[in-house]
C-alpha cells in the first residue's frame, strides 16, 4: 500500500518504534513500583510481563483495522464510520480531550518531579514556560521534527540513564523475589490494571499511521516498540524489588530516583540530579507526541489550524496549572486518567476493532 | 520577524544559565555530621561543618542546639549562624547510647523521606554521647573523619557494608533486623567499637570487633577482614594466637526444614591468609597444614553456633533467617517466626583453606 500524501511529510516506518516508544516511556517509569505492588506485592512483576502482552494483542488490533479497509485512514474516520457522523464527531472530540490529559499529566508530574528533587522553592512558572517554548517548537516543525526529536530524546536519555543501573547491582538481594507465586489470580490481574497506565500511549499510533511511507511494513516496528517499553519496565521492576525489601518500598514515592542515590561517583557526588534533568528529553517527547495527537484529531474533525490549536492547548497547561496546583490534585487527576486509559484501552479498541470487522464482513457479503 | 527571532532567542538562552536558586559554597554551612543525644526529655543536636579560611586549610566548626522534637533544628541551628544551614551533603549521621535506645525510627523516618539527603550516608551509634564523638573528631581537622573511619573500615576491615541504604532495607524489611557501627572512645580517640544490633528500631547489644567479622562472614564477602585465633595446645604464654586474613569467603544456606521447627544448614566457604604462626608450626609441611586448618575449622563452627545463639538471645536476627524462611515459604509472618526464632535449628559446616602463608620461612 502506497501513501498518498506528499513525501516530504511523511517519516520511515522505522520512525514507529521511536514515537511509540517515546510516547509510552514518560515520567511514569520513576514512580509506577509503588502502586504496582499495592495488590500483587513482590509477585507483581508478572503482572509488567502480562501487561506487555495485552498491549501486543492491541497493537495487533490497531494494525488490522488498518489493513483491513483502504478507507480508514485514521482514528476520525474509524470513529466516523463505526459510530455515525453525530456520535463519531462526540467520539473524536472526547478523544482530543484524552491525549490532552495525557499530554498534560506526563508534563505536570514531572514539574512536580523537579520541584521535589531540584528546586523546592522555586517559582515554578518560568519553568512551565520554557517547557512550552520548547514543546511548541518541537510541535511547530510537524511530524517529521516530531519524529527526530523523538529519535535524539530517547537515544541520548536511554544511552545515559540505563547503564547507570549497573552501578546499583551490588545492592540487589534476588532473595527478595522468592516466594514467586504466593499472591492469587485475581491480584496480579488487579496489579496489571494498574500497570496500564504505564503502557498507554500506545494508541498514538492512530493518527500517525497515515504518515507512514509504507505503513504495512512499520508493523515490526511498533511491535518492537512495545516489546522494548515491556523490556525496560520489566528490568526496572526486578531491579527495584531486589534492592528494596517490600517494607521499605512502601515508605518510597519515587523509587527509581532514590535507588540512584546510592551512586557516587568522583565530581558528581548525586547522580539523580543528572538523572532528572536528562529525563527533560524523554518528557518532551512523550508530552509532544500526545499533543500533535491531540492537534491533529482536532484538525481532522473540525479542519481547525494546527498552529492555533497549539497554542490553545499551551496555553491551556498554564490555565489547568492553576487548578491542580498540589499533589493530591494531581495524583487523583492521573488516577482518573489511568481509569479512562484503561477503558480506552481494553475497551474502546476492542469495540472498535469488532465493529469493522463486522462492517467489513457485510460489506463483503453484499 | 528574524529580529523579533533573534531576540526571543536571546532571552530564552539567558534562562538556561539558570540564575536563581543559587548556594554558593562559600556562602553556606555544609553540615557534614550529625549527633543527637538524649539530655532529659530533649534532644540535643550537635553539627559539624567545615570552614574554608586560608588555602589548602580546612577547619571543622561546631554548633548545637537543644529542642522538645528533633524535627525544628535546623531553624534553630540556623538562628545561630550567619549564614544559612545545607544538609545535602551530610555524611553521617551519629545517635548517642541514650537516644538509641529510646528509638530512632522518627528520625530514620525523616532522613529516608527527604530528597537531599544520599543512599550512602553512613549511621553510627555512639557508646555515651554522640556529642562527645563528634568533638573529639574536630582535632583532626578532616571533613567526614568519622564517615571515613566507617568506609575505610568496610572495605579493609571487619565491619559489614553498612550504610543508611542497608539500614533502611533490614528496618523496613520484614523478617531481618538492622546493626550499625558503635562508635567508642579510648584514651581520647575514637574508635570503632563493633557493631550494635537493634530489635526493631532501638538499640539492643552490642559486640565486638571480632564477632562483627563472623557477622560479615555470615552475610557477604569478608574479604581483607581479620580475625585473631587462639591455638588450641599452645607451647608457650605469648605463642597461644595466629592472626588470619580472610581473602575470600562465601557462605551458602540451605532449608532443610520450615515446619514446625525450622532448620537450616549453614555452609561456609573460607580462603585465608595467614602470616603470623607460633614458630613451632612449620606452613610448609602439609599435614601441619591441614592440621591447623581442621583446628581453625573447628574454632569457626564454635564462634558462629555462638553468635546465633547471642542473636536468639536477644531476639535480634541481623543474619536474615527470617527473610530466608519467608522466601521459601508461602504462608510466614513475622509474628510466628518471632516465636519460633529462639528454637531454630541451625547447623554448621566450615571449610577454610589457606592459600598464602607469606615469604618468609
Not at chain 2, 533573534?6 to 530564552?12: K, M, Q, S, W
Not at chain 2, 553539627?47 to 586549610?57: D, Q
Not at chain 2, 531553624?75 to 528509638?103: A, C, D, H, W
Amino acid at each position: 500500500m502506497k501513501n498518498q500524501k506528499s513525501e516530504k511529510s511523511l517519516i520511515s516506518p522505522f520512525f514507529v518504534f521511536f514515537l511509540i516508544q517515546g510516547n509510552m516511556i514518560g515520567v511514569g517509569i520513576l514512580n509506577f513500583q509503588r502502586s504496582l505492588i499495592d495488590h500483587a506485592g513482590y509477585n507483581a512483576w508478572i503482572s509488567v510481563i502480562v501487561g506487555g502482552v495485552t498491549i501486543h494483542i492491541i497493537l495487533w488490533m490497531i494494525y488490522r483495522m488498518f489493513s483491513s479497509d483502504q478507507e480508514i485512514l485514521d482514528l476520525t474516520l474509524i470513529n466516523k464510520l463505526c459510530f455515525g457522523k453525530a456520535l463519531g464527531l462526540l467520539f473524536n472530540l472526547a478523544n482530543v480531550l484524552y491525549f490532552y490529559l495525557a499530554g498534560f499529566i506526563v508534563f505536570r508530574v514531572f514539574i512536580e518531579v523537579i520541584q521535589i528533587w531540584m528546586f523546592p522553592v522555586m517559582n515554578i512558572y518560568p519553568i512551565c514556560i520554557i517547557f512550552i517554548v520548547i514543546i511548541y517548537y518541537t510541535l511547530a516543525g510537524g511530524l517529521r521534527t516530531l519524529a527526530g526529536i523523538s529519535f535524539w530524546g530517547s537515544i541520548l536519555p536511554y544511552m545515559i540513564v540505563f547503564p547507570l543501573f549497573f552501578f546499583v547491582l551490588k545492592y540487589l538481594h534476588p532473595i527478595n523475589l522468592l516466594p514467586l507465586f504466593n499472591h492469587t489470580f485475581k491480584e496480579i490481574a488487579l496489579s496489571t490494571k494498574s500497570m496500564v497506565f504505564q503502557f498507554l500511549g500506545v494508541e498514538c499510533l492512530f493518527m500517525v499511521y497515515p504518515f507512514v511511507k509504507t505503513p504495512d511494513k512499520s508493523a515490526k516496528w511498533g511491535h518492537a516498540a512495545v516489546f522494548f517499553v515491556t523490556f525496560i519496565y520489566l528490568i526496572i521492576t526486578l531491579i527495584t524489588f531486589m534492592y528494596y525489601t517490600e517494607g521499605q518500598l512502601k515508605h518510597i514515592i519515587w523509587p527509581t530516583l532514590t535507588m540512584l542515590k546510592i551512586i557516587e561517583i568522583p565530581i558528581i557526588q548525586r547522580l539523580e540530579y543528572i538523572v532528572v534533568a536528562l529525563w527533560f528529553l524523554k518528557v518532551l517527547v512523550s508530552v509532544s507526541i500526545s499533543l500533535w495527537v491531540a492537534g491533529r484529531v482536532l484538525r481532522t474533525t473540525l479542519h481547525t489550524k494546527l498552529r492555533w490549536s497549539l497554542l490553545m492547548f499551551l496555553a491551556g497547561f498554564l490555565i489547568l496549572f492553576i487548578f491542580f496546583n498540589d499533589r493530591g490534585s494531581v495524583r487523583r487527576l492521573s488516577e482518573l486518567y489511568g481509569n479512562i486509559g484503561f477503558y480506552y484501552i481494553y475497551l474502546y479498541i476492542p469495540l472498535l476493532f469488532l465493529i469493522t470487522l463486522f462492517k467489513k464482513k457485510r460489506k463483503s457479503a453484499v | 520577524m528574524k529580529l523579533l527571532k533573534t531576540i526571543i532567542l536571546i532571552v530564552i538562552s539567558c534562562n538556561l544559565t539558570a540564575c536563581t536558586n543559587q548556594k554558593i559554597v562559600d556562602d553556606i554551612k555544609i553540615i557534614q555530621t550529625i549527633g543527637y543525644d538524649l539530655e532529659g526529655n530533649n534532644v540535643k543536636s550537635t553539627v559539624l561543618y567545615p570552614s574554608f579560611e586560608k588555602k589548602g586549610e580546612t577547619n571543622v566548626q561546631l554548633l548545637d542546639t537543644k529542642s522538645n522534637s528533633y524535627y525544628d533544628i535546623m531553624p534553630r541551628l540556623n538562628t545561630k549562624t550567619n549564614t544559612p544551614i545545607e544538609y545535602g551533603q551530610l555524611g553521617m549521621v551519629l545517635f548517642g547510647k541514650s537516644f538509641s535506645e529510646k528509638g530512632i525510627e522518627a528520625v530514620i523516618h525523616s532522613i529516608c523521606r527527604d530528597a537531599q539527603v544520599g543512599s550512602r550516608v553512613q549511621l553510627g551509634v555512639a557508646e555515651k554521647e554522640a556529642a562527645e564523638i563528634l568533638q573529639m573528631s574536630m582535632k583532626f581537622h578532616v571533613p567526614y573523619y568519622i564517615a571515613g573511619m566507617i568506609n575505610q573500615n568496610i572495605d579493609n576491615g571487619n565491619l559489614p557494608e553498612v550504610n543508611l541504604q542497608t539500614f533502611l532495607f533490614d528496618f523496613y524489611g520484614e523478617g531481618q533486623d538492622p546493626f550499625l557501627p558503635y562508635m567508642i572512645t579510648e584514651r581520647g580517640k575514637i574508635k570503632i567499637g563493633g557493631l550494635v544490633l537493634f530489635k526493631h528500631d532501638k538499640y539492643k547489644t552490642n559486640i565486638s570487633i571480632k564477632k562483627a567479622f563472623i557477622l560479615k562472614m555470615l552475610i557477604e564477602n569478608s574479604k581483607n577482614g581479620s580475625y585473631l585465633l587462639p591455638l588450641k595446645e599452645p607451647r608457650n604464654q605469648n605463642e597461644d594466637y595466629i592472626l588470619m586474613n580472610s581473602v575470600n569467603s562465601r557462605t551458602t544456606y540451605k532449608v532443610n526444614e520450615i515446619y514446625p521447627v525450622p532448620s537450616i544448614a549453614i555452609s561456609l566457604k573460607l580462603e585465608a591468609q595467614v602470616k603470623d604462626v607460633p614458630d613451632h608450626i612449620d606452613l610448609l609441611r602439609e599435614e601441619q597444614l591441614r592440621k591447623l586448618e581442621k583446628e581453625m575449622e573447628a574454632h569457626f563452627v564454635q564462634e558462629i553456633q555462638d553468635f546465633i545463639t547471642l542473636c536468639k538471645n536477644n531476639m535480634v536476627d541481623p543474619i536474615g533467617f527470617g527473610d530466608l524462611l519467608r522466601s521459601k515459604s508461602k504462608v510466614w509472618s513475622e509474628q510466628s517466626f518471632e516465636s519460633i526464632y529462639p528454637k531454630l535449628k541451625t547447623s554448621v559446616s566450615v571449610h577454610i583453606e589457606i592459600i598464602q602463608t607469606g615469604v618468609g620461612e
